[in-house]
């Protein structure tokens, strides 16, 4: 039978013979919109709320952006998003018809769709079910003149629910990014969202453990807060690379609540190679 | 018109004359199990992911407990629950043929009924689409043999999406402590939240500051992690009141690592009294 969908070249089923593709129930990924010219798609996913998926999403968005990558942010925490304030935007898209704009950043360029965008005030609630908020993923992918981006950043709400199930099902994504703090019981949760990246089929692209340790500013002592870094266990434990450990910096918190996470330093530039494969 | 529903009572269309029971619309809440005798409902809430929702809800029903309530906690965190692990437990609920009996804690006998209880290893993942998800939160109110209890704290998920909408629309919830953190961005993310409950007539009894700064263990110098505390300001914007601040402590997150959070001695006694009313 012939193959005519390019999502069974990645299919496990592809060489078993036990494939029809016109009767195939696997769920299709979405197309690009035509004027879009995406080139990679890497999520940046947890499980646990709270343990920097949009700090690690902005920097290595950041990163690639100063390294001359055409780079977008799709903001699919629909009901918690951040990543307007990070970097410090407020306009609203605006539609030329036929697609929404995303808003660029202010010193690289970076383009950003967001749900928070598009409310009257940053704090108005999105009081949304599951299946309209999954839906405005799908939009964000499909709707938005994202335009040639060699980087898509789709920074995911905590949970594994109906945000990141129809994002693993329906954007092409070439990669996630695991981002934990060193607590076990954030790597518990952490080790669920790993699971069902595994279950969808998605490739992992490996582990950051964010939070990990903190430098006293008056006498210069590094110290745990959440524990002793668990970052080689977990990594090895979910047979995945592990990519970085990263420390509390309160200078990183204070540049996202100036809207200035684009001024700070410690980037994430040697993480970025393994973007691209 | 005569108003029979209890949940008139609370309407407040009760007076204006303009309502007629048989045709409302307000969604209806659940009734207890008749087996259930549940007196306060308290739900811990945020918005914000990862800024210590199921510790203050363990922490408050810590304090209960010790003050000789009988307390339960339905863990709503149904993709990312931390419960279980914070209090030691993972004996499987079992059913008496009518309700789930709740696991109780080892020191306290606290009831407890979490997703993570009924999972066969505790970081399976659970891939379910919201109306699922708000239906085991429904379930774990009725489903469950809670019996007496003077308190039912409920653990709610981040966001404002399926499980807090059905929460609040269907669980006779009292109060609502907010949880947040001393970043403006965490305070935008939890406005949200409490601008969700205002939107539901639900009461909030007040906010919490939870990581506000912590102290060096090396020369005891106190400082801020994610900027100067802005639990004053946060309480006086929404115009709700300040119930606590507490600073981020390592020994709490140990405990939680360990199963142990009953045998943390910093607790929130002073805020119980707030919980009557």
Redesign the interface.
């Known amino acids: 039978m012939a193959k005519q969908n390019p999502d069974c070249q990645s299919c496990s089923e592809k060489d078993s013979g036990s494939c029809d593709s016109t009767t195939c129930s696997k769920p299709q990924k979405l197309p690009q919109n035509p004027s879009n010219n995406i080139k990679r798609v890497v999520a940046v996913m947890s499980?646990?709320?709270?343990?920097g998926k949009s700090s690690v999403t902005s920097l290595v968005a950041v990163s690639l952006a100063k390294q001359g990558y055409k780079v977008g942010i799709l903001d699919a925490d629909i009901?918690?998003?951040?990543i307007p304030?990070?970097f410090g935007i407020s306009d609203r898209p605006v539609s030329d018809g036929k697609a929404l704009m995303p808003i660029w950043s202010k010193k690289l360029n970076i383009k950003i769709m967001s749900l928070n965008l598009l409310l009257d005030n940053?704090?108005?609630?999105?009081?949304?079910?599951?299946?309209i908020?999954?839906g405005a993923v799908k939009q964000f992918w499909s709707d938005v003149a994202w335009g040639n981006l060699d980087y898509l950043i789709v920074d995911m709400?905590?949970?594994?629910?109906?945000i990141p199930?129809t994002a693993m099902q329906s954007l092409p994504i070439d990669g996630i990014i695991i981002v934990t703090?060193p607590?076990?019981?954030a790597n518990?949760?952490v080790?669920?969202?790993i699971?069902?990246a595994k279950?969808e089929e998605v490739p992992i692209i490996g582990l950051i453990e964010n939070m990990s340790g903190?430098v006293?500013?008056?006498?210069g002592?590094h110290?745990?807060?959440?524990?002793e870094s668990t970052a080689q266990k977990a990594a090895q434990q979910n047979a995945i690379p592990l990519l970085k450990v990263l420390p509390?910096d309160?200078k990183l918190?204070?540049l996202?609540?100036q809207g200035d996470i684009e001024k700070y330093e410690q980037l994430l530039d040697d993480i970025t190679p393994l973007l691209k494969n």
């Not at 940053?122 to 299946?131: A, C, K, M, S, Y």
């Not at 709400?157 to 109906?162: C, K, L, Q, S, W």
């Not at 006293?216 to 006498?219: F, I, R, S």
């Open positions: 499980g646990k709320g709270g343990v009901t918690g998003p951040s304030k990070m940053e704090d108005d609630p999105v009081i949304w079910r599951g299946p908020l999954a709400p905590p949970g594994t629910g109906d199930l703090s607590q076990e019981l518990m949760v080790r669920k969202a699971k069902m279950m903190i006293c500013p008056h006498c002592d110290f745990n807060i959440f524990g509390l309160p918190s204070a996202c609540d």
